[in-house]
């Protein structure tokens, strides 16, 4: 069971979009639509931005967005504003009970 | 509204059992409602999932981990535990212990974290 791959550090503009991408295998992400998204800013915990690849908890924004193709999941941040600056972990269930996260990406709002 | 609260050392010594309580206040951990979980996080590093508790029975764990690690409950207390034996200073990190509902493959409520730090 490996982690799921992200990129160390994305980065945009206020007004941009930003699109965070999640690699994983065919155990995990290209079998499952179980993909979640958290954002977690410095000295908290972890907050559910995205569920089952592309829903959204009541209270999240409609500016960020999940999608899915084969092994990769993406999250998509539109119109960024600076409190979206934060870290970025996705999630995965990989069968048999067993779940796995991705390394997290740095989001800097320029 | 549910509320989660780890607990226990904050150092212990490499070669010993890591031991954290989590206490939850405004739900209960009995019943087959929920899973409880167990994540931690290295510093400045990425999430990764210690293992789950069912039913306050069934468990299931990190391949990584398994050999190392005990999950379990206590219902008159309504807390859950994690044990973690002979740590490195590869296993200090923050421990949050979590919830999500079955059926369901993501947390939507987390404890603060607490950190703990492997060094003698």
């Known amino acids: 069971q490996s982690a799921l791959t992200q990129p160390r550090s994305v980065s945009g503009s206020p007004g941009q979009s930003v699109t965070i991408p999640c690699t994983g295998t065919?155990?995990?992400?290209?079998?499952?639509?179980?993909v979640s998204w958290y954002q977690q800013h410095p000295g908290e915990a972890p907050k559910l931005m995205v569920f089952d690849v592309t829903k959204r908890p009541s209270g999240v924004p409609g500016r960020f967005s999940g999608s899915k193709s084969g092994n990769t999941a993406s999250l998509t941040i539109s119109g960024l504003q600076a409190e979206d600056e934060a870290d970025y972990y996705c999630q995965s269930y990989a069968g048999n009970y067993m779940w796995v996260f991705g390394g997290g990406t740095k989001l800097t709002v320029l | 509204q549910l509320q989660l609260q780890e607990s226990g050392p904050g150092l212990v010594k490499p070669s010993e059992t890591l031991s954290l309580t989590c206490t939850v206040s405004?739900?209960?951990?009995?019943?087959?409602?929920?899973?409880w979980v167990w994540i931690r996080q290295p510093p400045g590093q990425g999430l990764e999932w210690i293992g789950s508790l069912y039913h306050t029975r069934s468990t299931y764990y990190n391949p990584s981990l398994e050999s190392r690690v005990t999950i379990s409950a206590d219902t008159s207390a309504n807390q859950f535990s994690l044990t973690l034996d002979s740590v490195t200073a590869a296993d200090t990190a923050i421990y949050y212990c979590?919830?999500?509902?079955?059926?369901?493959?993501?947390?939507?409520?987390w404890g603060q974290g607490t950190l703990v730090t492997v060094s003698s």
């Open positions: 405004g739900g209960s951990i009995s019943g087959d409602d929920y899973y």
């Open positions: 979590a919830r999500h509902v079955n059926g369901k493959y993501y947390v939507n409520y």
């Open positions: 065919s155990s995990d992400i290209g079998t499952y639509n179980y």
